[in-house]
DNA sequence: TCGTTTGTCTAGCGATGCTAGGATCAGCTC
DNA sequence: GAGCTGATCCTAGCATCGCTAGACAAACGA
């Protein structure tokens, strides 16, 4: 048994190495430079390596994204549960949201931008991704407002920091007055 | 003279072909199943011939978006010009915008999800692009509110249209509440 | 009528994601 | 300890991608 054990571990941590260099290579370089050739390289092991733990480049980006998902929901839990009143903990979530993809850009588009195969607003959607969702709508309900569904509440807010993370970076907004459109964005679209 | 004149005519006509069948393909089966192979095989031309007309795929795509937007912004425009009072104009401004993105899911990514090689928010942006924004910016201007910069609030807005597009579509956000959604971002954004 | 230019095509390059089939090496059995 | 077996990994290759070089033909000006 303790054979297949340390194989089982072996063959674990390979695939949190997959994992790893693929988002290393990703922030590095972008994702069109993760090739599965140059993945395969920098594991030090070849192609076919890879699709022994992945069925293939989706799945590898899916990996990143639920990653990613996790850090950036323990990223907006704690900045929440840092902050006093409700005002401070929506502008806290909104500038931890936006700092996280400004800082993880080949996550966020992992998460979000490309094709990861992964499931959204079913009841399969994996658990990292109902966390990071949680964690927004735990601090955004008491500011949704009277009669307004916390949930749809929840989902327009994160629209709204969706654009402004994807726009800024994408170069479609200049991003000089990131924290005032910010400021802007909390002032108006929560209910304090 | 007239001979030159009418290749010319002729080119122009089979760049407006190139541009019109890379979108019709793009809207049929995806970005992806444009190739500069199906490409020039829908236009009846080798491979070769787009690149006299194009510097490469990301200069087509580029082609589409600027297709779209011109396309986009005459949208605006007639919905916000046939709209009574600031309420109505941004009510329909906000449909119209997710309307668009909707029926339009392919131009739409060439305008904004994609590389097409386009400068934005720069004084060398072109021309279909500074109208679109234009036409977001004279129907947001009166709603901005005291104080608030109107660019700023216009990008802020379009920001979260631009959010609720692509989570939408991209099935981040079941598509029931769609209406909504809008709503509340118009009634809580716009200071009427 | 004869070069020259302009336009187009065939063929091919390097790179991509992915896979088939053979080699190698560990573990187990006698 | 020898031989078998099954898992593990690699080499080699496929089809397809964006893009380009060089050959060829048609249309033009002299």
Redesign the pocket.
């Known amino acids: 048994m303790s ?1 297949q054990e ?2 089982q571990r ?2 674990a941590e ?1 695939e949190r190495l997959i994992v790893a260099t693929a988002r290393e290579l990703a922030e590095q370089q972008g994702w069109d ?6 993945l ?1 390289e920098r594991i ?9 733990h992945f ?4 799945e590898i980006i899916g990996a990143v994204a639920l990653e990613g998902a996790a850090e950036m929901a323990a990223a907006l839990r704690a900045a929440t549960s840092a902050a006093d009143g409700p005002r401070a903990r929506v502008a806290a979530l909104a500038g931890t949201y936006l700092d996280f993809a400004a800082r993880n850009p080949a996550v966020y588009d992992a998460m979000f931008e490309l094709d990861g195969g992964l499931a959204f607003a079913h009841e399969d959607t994996p658990q990292p991704l109902k966390d990071a969702f949680a964690a927004l709508l735990d601090s955004l309900t008491e500011v949704a407002g009277d009669g307004v569904h916390p949930g749809l509440f929840t989902e327009l807010f994160w629209a709204s920091l969706h654009g402004l993370a994807t726009l800024t970076r994408a170069g479609r907004l200049p991003p000089e007055h990131t924290e005032r459109r910010v400021e802007l964005l909390v002032n108006r679209l929560a209910k304090l």
């Open positions: 054979v340390r194989k072996e063959r390979r430079a993760v090739t599965t050739r140059r395969a030090e092991y070849s192609q076919p390596v890879l699709y022994s069925r293939g480049k989706r």
